[in-house]
């Protein structure tokens, strides 16, 4: 096996999924964000380890094809779409039973031609627009799509639901409009019930609603990022204990001694300012280790942390790793995660972006080991 892969946590993803459970109490339902094949950590075997524990309830995904696969590897609990899909793609919700999210009379039209057509009764969710402006329908005309479903006789209303764009933060204008928020689509639920129509199972809350609004909880909640052991924001309150799953690893390959004033790598825009030992691993930007770690970028090597050195290249980086050293060529190499103090989070810092998107850029050469 090739020696950079990424080793995930099974157990370390169960106890985030429980802790979660914790915080929102046993009576409310989980739908775990799945979408990008589970943010790079394995849709398919996660979900079965998950669906197996009994801590929850749906799949989310991003794209009917997700669903496919999840569907094609055995799972046979609820998926729910948490995008739109085009008109083409609407058999495919039949035949594979995926529940989608809708937010306008045509494309609800179109689906309950389709059941009509097989005899059927098609469950959907309506997404509510509260302020993202994603998708889903403005609060307003609620009422008026939930009347459509729940009186056309190839539709039922399984569940309605928001999403909340800056709830994972904790600043005073983010949080007044996540209220706010709140507020709207607590004002839809009501007029909706007004008209005896059942709503299904109401949801709202993402990874920061979780950590951060109890009263978005509802029926259901749709945690992603700290399924995985981040938070979803630097400032985001630690009140759910999580733990990494993902740990992105590689070797040391090859060892070679550099004098005072030598550059390395593609530009040669580092230079060793003292005799030192420069280790090559073959990770890089192919594989998701983010080329704007570039002369930033920090691994662990027996416990000890060492500079990345020079332009991250395609599928190798240098690590500074000094004169007076220990390390020899098969040493393991923790490019993140685990227990290291090397985190996603760090890096992404470094990088100006967020955890989400180096989970995510893990290439698919890059062997997934469960444990």
Known sequence: MRSTKVIINVDNFLNNLKNIKKRIGNEKKICMALKADGYGHGAEALS?????SGYADYAGIAAISEGIKLRESGIKEDILLLSLSLGEEIPELFDYNITPFTADISYLSDIAKEAAKRNS????????DTGMNRIGCRPEDGVKIAQFIA???????????????????????????TLNQIKIFNSVIKNIKEKKIETGIIHAANSGGILHYPESHFDMVRP??????????KSSEKNIEIK?????ESRVVFIKKIKKGEKVSY???WEADEDTFIATVPAGY????????????????KGKIYPVAGRVCMDQVLINIGNNHNIETGDKVILFGGDSSVT???????CNTIPYELYCNINKRVPRIYV
Request: charge should be neutral.
């Open 267 to 269: 530009g040669l825009i």
């Open 48 to 52: 079965k380890a998950a669906f197996s």
């Open 121 to 128: 009764v098609k469950t959907v969710h309506l997404k509510i």
């Open 224 to 233: 992603g990022i700290i399924l995985f052991g981040s938070y979803p924001d």
């Open 151 to 177: 009186e056309n006789k190839n539709l039922k209303l399984g569940g309605i639901c928001t999403h909340l764009p800056v709830s994972d933060t904790t600043n005073s204008s983010d949080k007044e409009f």
């Open 286 to 301: 192919a594989d998701g280790y983010n080329r704007f770690l570039s002369n930033k970028g920090k691994v662990e090597i």
């Open 244 to 248: 990494p799953v993902m740990t992105f």
């Open 344 to 350: 996603c989070d760090s890096l992404a810092e470094i």
